[in-house]
């Protein structure tokens, strides 16, 4: 008991140590964005090449963190969504952020002349970026960038449940930038919600919807900005002419990358009602063929920890016992490289229709018609991707217009988030804002309104006092 009191009180004063550095490193950090506002492009683009050089040179180390705090993650996975996409979106950024910079020139009206308009791209100040575990590595680089690209200062608060990512990102940053332009931040649940606390310029959290509404109610009381990059259900349409080996493969990669742990992984198929039998086996043979046998296969990547593995087997447990028919994949698990499994009979009742299942589990709904596929899209909240497999071109624009989603893939899936010329970005309950790109450098810009005039002041002509007769002239030409 005296253990466990004193434990507590250590660890209640380590967290208010962190507080305090916290909110020590933002105010170092507003002072030097004080002492230097609008960063050159030249500057910029140095940050940016230097943070790509530490990501190729420590690349073996950060996929062999990663794998440890998964328990297995993929090396081939860890390259291909997360250090390939950081890598892009650097040179992307590098080769655009001139022309992004350069002011944009705006229409002055007849009335107002002589004069111009310009929009000028000023760097917000400090940015906070909270990262989630899930990609722990791409989704605290894509918003660096895009902060950086936009001449910030940048506060990250890593993922406690990625603590050796966590501490690599924390050290490799610390080499290439200084702590008043870029620093990470370490700890607990209380941490990152001091740090969604603090009075950022602009904030960006990328997590839950359930924590996404606490960060936003935090960043309320400074008034700063937010940018939600959330979840949701995911849907994915099979269509009733689309070779089922085309979908199902497509499906089942989106499906199984990371485990089925990401945000825009296809959360559940509609299928045309004959074709369900059909589909299984088409999934069935695709998943089988990504990984032939799960045990002490290093493809194969694990849930990130117990909690997350004990959430989905109550996920299962509460399908079964409504009356859903799961249908495995493998024939056991290992460890917590959990078992790929299809699930059928599936109703709103179940918490795996309820709630983003962000892992391997991939329930199955049968339509009759597109129309009730699109109906039910439309009476769920609206989710952060959404995936059409079919080749009428057709349905292929009625799936654009009459659905809502934060992105979409037309026969493909999660790929659309790796376009460094799209934004990314949810709509709803799915998240509020976009970033990636352009986009991202608009985000975290302030786009200024600048209209000059030089000596001669023609405005003088409307001045007080009123009903002169130019003034008149004024009304009859442009109020009308």
């Excluded at 936009?150 to 702590?179: D, H, Y």
């Excluded at 290992?334 to 059928?344: A, D, K």
């Excluded at 199955?364 to 497999?389: G, K, M, Q, S, T």
């Amino acid at each position: 008991m005296v253990a466990d009191i004193a434990y507590l009180e250590q660890s209640l004063q380590s967290s208010q140590q962190q507080v305090g550095a916290l909110q020590a490193s933002f105010a170092r950090q507003r002072q030097a964005f004080a002492a230097n506002p609008m960063p050159s492009a030249e500057q910029r683009i140095q940050w940016l090449k230097d943070l790509r050089e530490v990501l190729l040179a420590q690349q073996d180390a950060l996929v062999q963190a990663i794998s440890a705090d998964f328990g297995n993650r993929s090396a081939d996975e860890t390259l291909l969504a997360e250090l390939m996409p950081s890598l892009h979106g650097i040179h992307y950024a590098t080769q655009r952020l001139k022309k992004w910079m350069r002011p944009s020139r705006r229409r002055v009206a007849l009335q107002f002349m002589p004069a111009s308009a310009k929009v000028i791209y000023q760097p917000l100040g400090v940015v906070g970026i909270i990262v989630p575990w899930n990609y722990p590595l791409f989704l605290a680089m894509g918003p660096l960038v895009g902060a950086l690209a936009a001449g910030n200062r940048v506060m990250i608060k890593m993922s406690e449940s990625t603590p050796a990512t966590s501490q690599l990102v924390k050290e490799l940053l610390a080499q290439v930038f200084p702590e008043d332009l870029v620093s990470v931040a370490l700890g607990e649940a209380e941490v990152g919600m001091a740090f969604s606390r603090l009075p950022f310029d602009h904030l960006l959290f990328t997590g839950a919807t359930s924590v996404g509404r606490h960060v936003m109610r935090a960043a309320a009381d400074n008034l700063t900005p937010v940018t939600l990059e959330l979840g949701g259900k995911s849907p994915a349409i099979v269509s009733a002419e689309v070779p089922l080996r085309d979908a199902a493969e497509r499906i089942a990669f989106g499906k199984t990358l990371n485990a089925g742990q990401t945000c825009v992984a296809p959360d559940y198929v509609l299928v045309p009602k004959e074709r369900v039998e059909g589909f299984v086996e088409a999934y069935r043979a695709a998943v089988q063929g990504f990984y032939p046998q799960l045990a002490d296969n290093p493809d194969y990547t694990a849930i990130i920890n117990e909690r997350q593995q004990q959430r989905l087997d109550g996920y299962l447990e509460d399908a079964r016992s409504k009356g859903a028919t799961v249908v495995p994949l493998f024939a056991e698990a290992q460890g917590r490289r959990m078992p790929h499994c299809l699930l059928l009979d599936v109703n709103d009742e179940m918490q795996v229709m309820q709630d983003e299942i962000f892992g391997p589990l991939l329930p199955i709904v049968p339509y009759e018609h597109i129309d009730d596929a699109f109906a039910y899209i439309n009476l769920r909240p609206r989710p952060l991707a959404l995936y059409y497999f079919g080749y009428d071109r057709g349905e292929q624009q009625r799936v654009l217009h009459e659905t809502h989603s934060g992105g979409v893939c037309l026969n493909d899936t999660l790929l659309h988030v790796a376009q460094d010329d799209l934004p990314f970005g949810g709509i709803g309950p799915s998240g509020m804002g976009h970033y990636h790109g352009h986009e991202g450098f608009l985000t975290f810009s302030k786009a200024k309104g600048v209209l000059s005039k030089q000596r001669f002041n023609a405005a003088r002509l409307i001045y007080p006092p009123y009903g002169k007769t130019l003034q008149k002239l004024v009304y009859k030409l442009f109020v009308r």
